[in-house]
């Protein structure tokens, strides 16, 4: 009997944890109580265990007990592949006559935003060189200011050019384009300085004449600007709303000088834009307490007497009705926009930020 009583119990027993593991399978947990490990992953509380570094292409969720939802990494590997093509892509000038001051092809930096009737021009600053001293030692300090032979192929745009929205809220949705200085002439330049005629001069006057006019460098920052919009009308700058002259420093200073001449470009392509001019940091004042007296020997003239000089050696140009206003020579005040703004005659809305150091 005793042995019949021993077998019938752990007969009972074994019923007891058969019954135990057919429960723990039913809840999916194995009979030892630790989670089970499910490897298909299509249940919202499947993903609820999936890994923090799961394959985003693989679409699957994080969650936590939710029902699986899109994930917002999606959203933000859209944004970032889209990153991928807001640099700007580097096009040359159609045309080979247009360089920049070694004869290298100049260009201009473009992202386009497709649909957009908003066009932003950027004019990049760097001061200028006036002589043939001042000119070598620029190409050889800074020769991205003067040739294209070392410019990138692209070009993060920042700050007015962005194309992010927190960076830029205003023009990140238009189409920018980022127009490199090489032409050292204040965007003024309208070709090889003319040879004057043979003349004989003696002294301090020879020295004068052979510093000015002995360069072998073109100077053609208006042309540069001229040969942009017409390479840009293949890309719809046609049917422009608007476009937006700008620039810094130098280029500032050239949004000045040629914003007459871009407004009446467009005019004649029969686009009906609204031409805005936006001038930073380009409104240069006289400072005859500064003048050399040894310009153009030296290297280091004043802003008047840079301008004086180096109008002769670019060629420039400056606004019809300003030139007007000065006797022949004197044509250099037209870049003080002080002298220059009023004799605007476009109509165009131009905005300037200036800060002054006192």
Known sequence: ?????????????????????????????????????????????????????????QGSSRSSGRPAEPRPESAAGTR????????????????????????????????????????????????????????????????????????????????????????????????????????SDVWSGMGPAPTPPPRTRQGKDKVRERSINATEYSFMGSLIIREVIKDLIPKGIKQAKVV???????????????????????EQLGTEAQVRGLVDSGWFLE???????????????????????????WNGVVPDRCRQLYKRGEEWQCFFGHRLYSTLTCKCCLSAVQKINC
């Open 287 to 313: 400072s005859k307490q500064q003048r050399s007296p040894n310009c153009p020997e030296t290297v280091s003239c004043t802003p008047e007497d840079a301008i004086k000089i180096g109008l002769r050696l």
């Open 80 to 183: 970032a592949t889209g990153q991928q093509t807001d640099e700007m892509r580097l096009q040359f000038l159609r045309s080979a006559q247009v360089t920049c001051n070694d004869g290298s092809a100049a260009g201009f930096y473009l992202k386009e935003f497709r649909g957009s009737r908003r066009w932003l021009l950027f004019l990049e600053g760097g001061w200028c060189c006036y002589s043939k001293e001042t000119c070598d030692s620029r190409y050889q300090n800074i020769p991205r200011l003067m040739s294209s032979s070392g410019w990138p192929q692209t070009k993060r745009g920042t700050g007015i050019l962005s194309s992010q929205a927190e960076e830029n809220p205003h023009w990140h949705n238009a189409n920018l384009v980022f127009i490199p200085y090489c032409s």
């Open 244 to 266: 937006m002259l700008a620039g810094t420093s130098a280029g500032a200073t050239g949004v000045l000088l040629n914003i007459e001449r871009v407004a009446s470009q467009l």
């Open 1 to 57: 009997m005793k042995i019949l009583g021993h077998v019938t119990f752990f007969l009972l027993l074994g019923g007891i944890w058969a019954q135990n593991n057919r429960n723990a399978k039913a809840n999916g947990k194995p009979a030892n109580g630790k989670p089970a490990k499910r490897g298909g992953g299509t249940q919202a509380g499947d993903a609820g265990q999936s890994t923090p570094v799961a394959d985003a292409s």
